[in-house]
């Protein structure tokens, strides 16, 4: 099936840095999505992406499908302590209903 | 508010103990889902729902069933936990059919432990 690797697993940065993640796959898909996981809560959608080439901003957050449609990544600019937490890719082929998801990337901010 | 609501957040059980995890959405949504989360795998769908009296298998169904007796409910259902169900679950919701670009919603997350 459909498989999703999302890189890097986990990140140590300092508060103010900039932030980059992406995911790839060997598949092709039609939906791009970004979420956020805080402890104890479930995955909020941050960006959708549903174009190939398509570049989406959501204030310091910014995503793009990739043109390949096999990729797509997520830079936060200036990070800030909350953004700490899980960030997910997802990806869905057209007609599906199912989401397929990356394996998370966790984030942790040094003040 | 419109959310999607689980129960319970927490529970510990045993071996062979029938359980059954809630699941409610207020948006009026057909499409319902149950994911598993287990570390270094990210989220895995285990049984969706197009709508009302429509169920159909995920990526990890064994061990798992679901009904969607209202288009607002969409409870999981172990009849027989077993230790390797242990997880943390999660239910979504998403407006739209097969073809919508709708995305999903999800609860707050149920943290099974089967001993």
């Known amino acids: 099936g459909q498989q999703l690797n999302q890189s890097p697993q986990s990140m140590f940065i300092q508060e103010g840095e900039d932030v980059s993640m992406n995911c790839t796959s060997s598949?092709?898909?039609?939906?791009w999505l970004w979420y956020k996981q805080e402890p104890g809560e479930g995955p909020v959608l941050l960006i959708a992406?549903?174009?190939?080439?398509e570049l989406t901003s959501n204030g310091r957050l910014t995503a793009q499908f990739g043109i390949t449609r096999k990729d797509s990544f997520l830079n936060i600019s200036a990070s800030i302590p909350s953004d700490v937490g899980i960030y997910f890719c997802?990806?869905?082929?057209?007609?599906?209903?199912?989401?397929?998801f990356g394996q998370g990337t966790r984030l942790t901010i040094n003040p | 508010e419109a959310q999607v609501t689980q129960n319970p957040r927490y529970l510990i059980t045993v071996t062979g103990k029938k359980l059954t995890v809630t699941c409610s959405q207020n948006?009026?949504?057909?499409?319902m889902s149950w994911y598993r989360q287990d570390p270094g795998l990210g989220l895995r769908q285990i049984y969706y729902?197009?709508?009302?009296?429509?169920?159909d298998k995920g990526d990890v169904p064994e061990g798992y069933k679901v009904s969607r007796k209202e288009k607002r409910n969409f409870p999981l259902i172990l009849e027989s936990p077993s230790p390797n169900q242990t997880s943390l679950y999660f239910c979504a919701s998403s407006l739209g059919g097969p073809y919508s670009n709708q995305p999903q919603h999800f609860g707050d997350g149920t943290r099974l432990s089967i001993l």
């Open positions: 598949s092709i898909f039609n939906t």
């Open positions: 997802a990806a869905r082929i057209q007609g599906a209903q199912k989401l397929v």
């Open positions: 992406l549903y174009k190939a080439g």
């Open positions: 948006m009026n949504h057909e499409y």
């Open positions: 729902s197009m709508n009302v009296e429509v169920t």
